[in-house]
C-alpha cells in the first residue's frame, strides 16, 4: 500500500490549459503539504493544510488553488499553466505539526511539463 | 531569517569508503535539522533528525550526523559508501519555532563508484 500518491505521475500539457494533481494519503495524518521541485531540484513549499485548514500559504501565483475535500486529500488546481510551472510537485504529509513529529511522508512526485 | 547551504553539490566516493556530506545552517533560535535522501524519480524519506536531543544522531541505512552549535554545522556521514546510497541528500532546517514550514538545502549529489 503506497502512503502518499500522486495522481498523475507525469503531465505534459500546452500552456493556457488548467490541470489537476490529486493527492491521498492513507496514514491518517492530519496535515499535508505542497512542495514544488525546480529544475535545480530545490524544494519549496506552496501550501499545507492542516485538519483541512488553509495554514501556509507561500508567495505563490493565484493560478495555483489547493483543495482539501477532507483529510486525507489534497488537490492542487492550476490554472492558465505557463511554461515557468514545469517542475515536479510533490505531496507530503505528517502528523501534527512537522517540528513535533519530525518527518514527512512524501509522495513519488508529479512531473510537468508545459510546452 | 532560517536558511541551510549545503557545501557541496557533488560529492563522489567509491564503494566501501566513507561518506562525508557537508551542511551550515543559520536560525535565530535553536533550529530542528533534518536530512532527507531522494532516489531517482522517488518522494523524499527522512534519514534522520535532530531535535535539541543528543547532538550525535542515527539514522537509517548506517547514516549519522553531528549537529555543531558552535559551527553551526549538520554534516552527515556514513563509514562505509554501498551502491544503494546513490542519491540526492537534503539538509534541512525548520522555519521556525512553531510552523511545519521547513527550509531545504539546495541538495547534494551522492555518486558511488564501484
Known amino acids: 500500500d503506497t502512503a502518499v500518491s500522486q495522481t498523475p505521475k507525469y503531465l505534459v500539457t500546452q500552456m493556457g490549459n488548467d490541470k489537476s494533481i490529486k493527492c491521498e494519503q492513507n496514514?491518517?495524518?492530519?496535515?499535508m503539504y505542497w512542495y514544488k521541485q525546480d529544475s535545480k531540484k530545490f524544494l519549496k513549499i506552496m501550501f499545507s493544510?492542516?485538519?483541512?485548514?488553509?495554514?501556509i500559504n507561500e508567495t505563490v501565483p493565484n493560478r495555483f488553488s489547493p483543495k482539501s475535500p477532507d483529510k486525507a486529500h489534497l488537490n492542487l488546481h492550476i490554472n492558465s499553466l505557463e511554461l515557468g510551472d514545469s517542475a515536479v510537485y510533490f505531496c507530503a504529509s505528517s502528523q501534527g505539526w512537522i517540528l513535533n513529529t519530525g518527518e514527512l511522508f512524501f509522495g513519488e512526485g508529479s512531473r510537468l511539463t508545459v510546452l | 531569517a532560517q536558511s541551510v547551504t549545503q557545501l557541496d553539490s557533488h560529492v563522489s566516493v567509491s564503494e566501501g569508503t566513507p561518506v562525508l556530506l557537508r551542511c551550515n545552517y543559520s536560525s535565530s533560535y535553536s533550529p530542528s535539522l533534518f536530512w532527507y535522501v531522494q532516489h531517482p524519480n522517488k518522494g523524499l524519506q527522512l534519514l534522520l533528525k535532530y531535535t535539541s536531543a543528543a547532538t550525535l544522531v542515527k539514522g537509517i541505512n548506517g547514516f549519522e550526523a553531528e549537529f555543531k552549535k558552535s559551527e553551526t554545522s549538520f554534516h552527515l556521514t556514513k563509514p562505509s559508501a554501498h551502491m544503494s546510497d546513490a542519491a540526492e541528500y537534503f539538509c534541512?532546517?525548520?522555519?521556525?519555532?512553531?510552523?511545519?514550514?521547513?527550509?531545504f538545502g539546495q541538495g547534494t549529489t551522492l555518486q558511488v563508484k564501484p
Open positions: 493544510y492542516n485538519n483541512k485548514e488553509l495554514i
Open positions: 534541512v532546517v525548520s522555519g521556525s519555532s512553531n510552523t511545519g514550514k521547513l527550509i
Open positions: 496514514l491518517g495524518h492530519d496535515t
